[in-house]
C-alpha cells in the first residue's frame, strides 16, 4: 500500500514524542545562595560551536534564577541514572534539596556559579546568548563556556524521554564516518 491510505492519523498535541529532542538533561542553576537542579527533556543542539536551545519556563522553579543570572550548567546522565533523574523532576527545587535528596553531588565550575553535578559523564558550563523566545516559548538559547566529560561515567548512553514516560537508551553506535564526505569536520 502506498501514499496517505498506509498511515494513521496522529495527535497533533503528541507530536513531541515523534520529534524526540536529544537526551534527557539536568540543568543546575544557583543564585548565590541556593543551589537548584532541574530535569529537562526539551533541549537540542542549535548551531556548531557550542549553541545550545532548551525549554525552561516560568512553571519551572529554576526559571528565575536563569532569567537573573544568566547562567547555568547542563549535565548529561548516564542511564544508570534513569530513576534518580526523573525522580528529581517529580519535586520542585522549592519544596526540597534536591541535590541531598537524591544522593547527587554539586561540584564548582570554572566559569559559572551553577554547579557541576559529579554523577553525570558531561557537564556544559553555559550562559545565556539569546532570550528572545523565553517569553513566549520559554526557549533559552546558551553557549557553552567550559565542558567537562568522564567516559568511565558515561556507562550504556544517555537517557532519551519517549515523551509519554518510556525512555530508550542509545543502541549500539553505526560508524557511517566514511561517508560523511560533505561534512569531514563533524568526524574527528
Not at 13 to 36: A, M, Q
Not at 48 to 62: Q, T
Amino acid at each position: 500500500m502506498t501514499g496517505p491510505d498506509q498511515f494513521s492519523p496522529y495527535p497533533i498535541s503528541k507530536v513531541h514524542r515523534l520529534i524526540e529532542p536529544g537526551p534527557v538533561i539536568t540543568i543546575s542553576t544557583s543564585d548565590g545562595r541556593h543551589d537548584n537542579l532541574m530535569t529537562n527533556g526539551f533541549n537540542m543542539p542549535v548551531q556548531h560551536g557550542g549553541l545550545i536551545g532548551f525549554v525552561l519556563g516560568p512553571w519551572d522553579y529554576s526559571f528565575d534564577t536563569l532569567r537573573d543570572t544568566r547562567e547555568c550548567v547542563i549535565a548529561i546522565p548516564a542511564i544508570e541514572l534513569a530513576e534518580q533523574v526523573v525522580d528529581v523532576g517529580n519535586v520542585s527545587g522549592a519544596d526540597v534539596d534536591k541535590w541531598e535528596r537524591f544522593g547527587l553531588t554539586p561540584l564548582a565550575s570554572a566559569s559559572v556559579a551553577a554547579p557541576l553535578v559529579a554523577e553525570c559523564f558531561a557537564n556544559i558550563e553555559c550562559r545565556v546568548v539569546d532570550d528572545r523566545l523565553v517569553d513566549d516559548y520559554g526557549l533559552w538559547i546558551v553557549q557553552a563556556q567550559h565542558v567537562w566529560v568522564d567516559d568511565s561515567k558515561r556507562g550504556t548512553g544517555e537517557i532519551h524521554h519517549r515523551g509519554d514516560g518510556t525512555f530508550s537508551e542509545n543502541g549500539e553506535a553505526i560508524d557511517l564516518r566514511e561517508r560523511m564526505t560533505k561534512w569531514p569536520s563533524l568526524i574527528d
